[in-house]
């Protein structure tokens, strides 16, 4: 789910991610909390993802401030990209 929302945000913004992949925060040390990568043409980015994140997903909920933070990483991968 979490995958899809974040290709759509990234085709609105022109970016076309080769990839994107969770890492469990309990190996991080949070329990709450997942790392999403985001990648493309060889440049990495990350963003927290938290867990009510996921569920107001799953549930159809908004999320504005899962949003936010996946705009500013993918903004922060087009800069990567254009530099």
Do not use: H, P, Y
Not at 62 to 71: A, K, N, Q, T
């Amino acid at each position: 789910m979490i995958k899809k929302f974040v290709s759509g945000i990234s085709t609105t913004m022109g970016i076309n991610l080769s990839k994107v992949s969770l890492v469990d925060g309990q190996s991080l040390g949070c329990i709450d909390v997942q790392l999403l990568n985001m990648s493309s043409k060889g440049q990495v980015v990350s963003a927290l993802i938290f867990q009510a994140d996921i569920e107001n997903l799953k549930n159809g909920v908004g999320c504005d401030s899962l949003e936010v933070r996946l705009r500013a990483s993918l903004s922060r991968l087009q800069m990567l990209l254009d530099a």
